[in-house]
């Protein structure tokens, strides 16, 4: 079992996507490179805290591996605006990859110079994994729980598609 901590805009989002992969085993939304301990979601969306909105992924490397996690990642959200993934603006909205060892670092770097070569102008932050904060229970699994509330009508389908698109070999079957 390998772990990934990724930061791509709102988590409700990200966490929508990576549950979709196969090998992806369990996806916790929360916090991670801020200031303060523990904190909550009303202390993030202020910006104050420094925290960002992140998914700590659980994965079975024989299944998925991480650098295919990463091409979901750049994918499924746009890592060339510095703090703000469409109508979400603020630093806890940014673009982060916080690394585990130095293979995932590698590999981080690796993909964004190939991106930045294809002409994409990266902004994603990369960074040893801070602490991570698990978000309040009721951020868990929120698109599932929560299909027809106005955000994720809004902004989750488009990301879904882009990741079944690109990615249907990477889709669990079940």
């Not at 085993?25 to 420094?50: F, H, L, M, R, W």
């Not at 998914?55 to 605006?81: G, K, M, N, W």
């Not at 993909?111 to 698990?134: A, N, R």
Request: with cysteine.
């Amino acid at each position: 079992m390998q772990q990934a901590l990724f930061g791509g805009g709102c988590f409700w989002c990200t966490e929508a996507v990576f549950l979709q992969i196969q090998g992806v085993i369990k996806v916790v939304s929360g916090y991670a490179g801020g200031d303060i301990p523990n904190p909550n979601y009303e202390a993030v969306c202020t910006g104050q805290t420094q925290h960002a909105e992140v998914i700590l992924i659980d994965f079975d490397e024989q299944r998925v591996s991480y650098t295919q996690l990463l091409h979901v990642f750049f994918a499924t959200h746009d890592p060339t605006t510095l703090n703000r993934q469409g109508n979400d603006v603020g630093t806890q909205y940014r673009s982060v990859i916080y690394y585990f060892d130095e293979t995932q670092k590698q590999q981080a770097e690796q993909l964004i110079v190939e991106l930045k070569q294809e002409g994409i102008d990266i902004v994603t932050e990369l960074s040893p994994v801070p602490t991570f904060y698990p978000a309040e229970d009721y951020h868990q699994n929120f698109y599932a729980k929560n299909p027809s509330q106005g955000y994720c009508n809004f902004a989750i389908p488009p990301k879904l598609s882009k990741l079944r698109g690109k990615f249907q070999d990477l889709l669990k079957t079940e």
